[in-house]
Every structure is written in structure tokens, then in C-alpha cells.
């Protein structure tokens, strides 16, 4: 009965978190099939590393696993898109862009921005699902995405910047 | 703080990442100062968009079960699927139209790893000794009702069935197999009644079907559109009254 119970505890403490574990899985990845096989790896190697988990919050671990997880599929499949390559940030808040009211609540288009969300580098994907669908905290986003906890408020401002950027250009398309 | 600081720390306000002392100082130098203003202006309605507008994505139903059958455990078999179950299959054609008979199909076989079976019985038992039995307790159904809608998007049956003998105790949040469900807690004398409600991909009605897990009575059904599933120590036969109470008369 011992592994049953093991296993019981594991779905008790993770199962919880799927929806989570596969939307980041999902934003990742980019469609269902890849991100459901990295969270069911994920999900394995921490039912495996179950005894090593130490902290108080289950779901920041879970979620770092998932994002090693992908890590490691990246290495498999490496697709053309250049992931996990910092794009320029050659844009700040106060510049004036005509549109710039065009972020404004009620003229968003859900579906322009999400595929524009999609196309930014998965370093600034992760860190923006962390926060505004997680709503992770700076010093959980640090420990999740194995980056220095002064660098999240800058990886963050520098990721909602290339998204206003590209918004902002698409405005600017005929 | 001169401008240089509180300029740098604006994306920290914004996100609500400041201590209490730093928050207060960013603020005031704020509201003092037009271009910092202007741009947490922005920066508050890009993070309301972000909020508003990026895609959630949900864990497709299957995948559940694909992890709970890749798990180790001992003694079960990890073969059958909930939905191959010669009783649900059952109950899957005998029903179908909203609001017919109770058709009960009772499944005598062997425990099927059903990842959902044990999860319903684990959170019932979880509600039971963690003292989280509810996060709304109330007997008043118009409370229940629109305290559960207004945190899933979800409308549950909730009704007050104290004059039949299964008082409502109130409403909690949980989860299912994955999904984000309804808890709503009535009582049968000195036992609880866990009723779960929450959504699949499987939207057509289901007629109620009963079965046994680990010494607890579990009856699910579907209508709707939603999943419902009452788990108790109560008889079965208790249970289907409950059950048939809840589905009488909308």
C-alpha cells in the first residue's frame, strides 16, 4: 500500500495545480499536444522527486519543474523560432506612440494581442504568464524561472514592452 | 525619493511588489509628478489588459487520467477507462434526455483506477477532516448560489431540502480531475453529502449512475451541460433519494 499512498499524496498535492501547470506548459510550447506531453513529464519527474520537495508552496515547485521540463523538450525539438532570445527593448513607457491609446481596455482586440503575445521570446512568455494569469509574486517568478530576484521587475518591464511594441506596430499595419 | 528612484521602481508599484514603506514613498513622489503618472497611467492599463485578454489555458480533460494511469500503483489495474465501463457506457445510452426516470445502472466489478472516483472521495474526505467543510456556511441557497457563480463560471443546483430531511450546510471551492468545481455541503442526520458540480468537455446529459469507492457512496450524472457527482457515507439508497430531490422540479 505504500506506493498507492505515495501516490495519493501526490495527486493530492499536484492535481490541484494542472490547469496551471498546463497553461504555462501551453504558452510555452505553443499548442496542446506538446504542452500536455511536457506536463505529464513534469508531472512524473515530480512524482519522482516528491521527497525533495521542501518549500511551502507546491505549485511555484510544480511549475518550475514544468518549466525544466520544457526546457528539456526544447532540446529535443528544436523548431525554428528562435526561443529564449532577448529581443531589443528599444522602447520606453513615456514614448509617444499615436496609438497609445489603443491599449486602452475597451479597443483590445483578445485575439490580435494573444498572437502577439504568442510570437514574443519565451523568456518574456514565462515571465508575463507567471504574473498577470498566475499572479505569481517577483520573488516566486525568480525562483520558478531560475533568474536573480532583482531582475524579474526589469525581465517583466522589458517583456510588457515588446508586447506594447509589437501592438503597436501591428496598429500601424494597412 | 528623488525622481530617478521612484521612476526605476514604477513597474514594482504597478505589479504591487513594494514593501509598505517604498509603496508609500513611489506614491507620493507619483502624485507629484506628471511623467511618472503618465507612464503608470500606461503601464496600469496594460497590466489590466494583460489581465483581461490573455488566453487561459485549460488542461484538457484526458489529461487527467493520462497522468493518473502513468502513475505507479500497486494492485490496480491501469487498463480501463472510465468511459469504456460497461455501467457508465450504459448509463450513457439509456439516458441522454434531461429530466427522465432515474435510470440507475450499478456497476458490481473490480476498482477501476478512475482518476475522478478518487478524487471526489479524497476531497470528501479532505473536506471532512481538515476543517474546510466549507468556505460559505450558510443554509440559505439564494447565498450559496451566487457566491459559487461569482467565483467559477459555473451555475450549480443549489436547493434547501432541510424539510426533506438534507439540510444545506453551504458551499466551498474545489477541484476534480483537474477542473475548478463546486462544492455544495448538505447533511443527512450526522453525515455529510459533498455534491460536486464542474465542467468537462462532455456537455450531453448523463443519467445517474451509482457506485462504491473505498466504503463511500458516489452518484454522478450529468445535466445542463454541467458534471455532478454526491459522494457520502449515507446508504445508497439515501443518496439516490437526495439525488432525485436535487433533480426534481428544476
Known amino acids: 500500500m505504500a506506493a498507492d499512498g505515495r501516490t495519493r499524496r501526490f495527486e493530492l498535492l499536484a492535481m490541484p495545480h494542472l490547469d496551471a501547470a498546463f497553461n504555462l506548459a501551453r504558452w510555452l510550447t505553443g499548442n496542446t499536444a506538446d504542452a500536455e506531453d511536457v506536463v505529464q513529464d513534469a508531472y512524473l519527474r515530480a512524482f519522482r522527486y516528491l521527497d525533495a520537495f521542501r518549500g511551502d508552496n507546491f505549485r511555484v515547485w510544480l511549475l518550475t519543474i514544468v518549466r525544466n521540463s520544457f526546457l528539456d523538450w526544447l532540446k529535443d525539438n528544436r523548431s525554428g523560432r528562435a526561443l529564449f532570445q532577448p529581443a531589443p527593448a528599444d522602447m520606453d513607457w513615456a514614448d509617444p506612440a499615436p496609438s497609445a491609446e489603443a491599449m486602452l481596455l475597451d479597443r483590445v482586440d483578445s485575439e490580435t494581442l494573444n498572437n502577439l503575445m504568442a510570437q514574443l521570446p519565451a523568456e518574456y512568455r514565462e515571465v508575463l504568464v507567471l504574473r498577470e494569469i498566475e499572479d505569481l509574486s517577483y520573488k516566486e517568478i525568480a525562483a520558478v524561472t531560475a533568474i536573480p530576484a532583482g531582475t524579474v521587475m526589469s525581465r517583466l518591464s522589458r517583456a510588457r514592452l515588446a508586447l506594447r511594441r509589437a501592438w503597436v506596430d501591428n496598429e500601424k499595419k494597412p | ?250
Open chain 2, 1 to 250: 525619493m528623488n525622481h530617478d528612484n521612484a521612476h526605476r521602481l514604477l513597474p514594482a508599484y504597478v505589479d504591487r511588489q513594494l514593501g509598505p514603506l517604498r509603496g508609500y514613498l513611489v506614491g507620493r513622489h507619483v502624485a507629484m509628478c506628471p511623467s511618472c503618472l503618465g507612464q503608470l497611467e500606461v503601464m496600469q492599463a496594460m497590466r489590466t489588459v494583460l489581465r483581461t485578454n490573455l488566453t487561459v489555458h485549460r488542461a484538457p480533460p484526458a489529461l487527467a487520467a493520462r497522468i493518473g494511469s502513468a502513475l505507479p500503483r500497486e494492485a490496480l489495474p491501469v487498463s480501463r477507462r472510465r468511459l469504456l465501463q460497461p455501467g457508465f457506457a450504459g448509463a450513457a445510452l439509456a439516458g441522454g434526455i434531461a429530466g427522465v426516470a432515474l435510470t440507475l445502472a450499478v456497476t458490481r466489478m473490480t476498482p477501476a483506477p478512475d482518476p475522478l472516483l478518487t478524487d471526489v472521495v479524497a476531497d470528501h474526505v479532505r473536506s471532512l477532516m481538515a476543517d474546510h467543510l466549507t468556505d460559505v456556511p450558510t443554509s440559505d441557497q439564494h447565498t450559496v448560489k451566487p457566491w459559487l457563480s461569482a467565483r467559477l463560471d459555473l451555475s450549480p443546483t443549489v436547493k434547501d431540502l432541510g424539510a426533506e430531511g438534507y439540510p444545506l450546510v453551504g458551499g466551498r471551492l474545489d477541484y476534480v480531475d483537474g477542473h475548478r468545481a463546486a462544492a455544495i455541503v448538505y447533511r443527512r442526520d450526522k453525515h455529510v453529502i459533498n455534491l460536486f458540480a464542474f465542467v468537462t468537455s462532455e456537455r450531453s446529459d448523463l443519467a445517474t449512475h451509482a457506485e462504491k469507492r473505498d466504503g463511500f457512496n458516489i452518484v454522478r450524472w450529468r445535466m445542463g451541460g454541467l458534471s455532478y457527482v454526491a459522494v457520502s457515507d449515507v446508504e445508497a439508497s439515501q443518496l439516490l433519494a437526495f439525488v432525485r430531490l436535487l433533480e426534481g422540479g428544476g
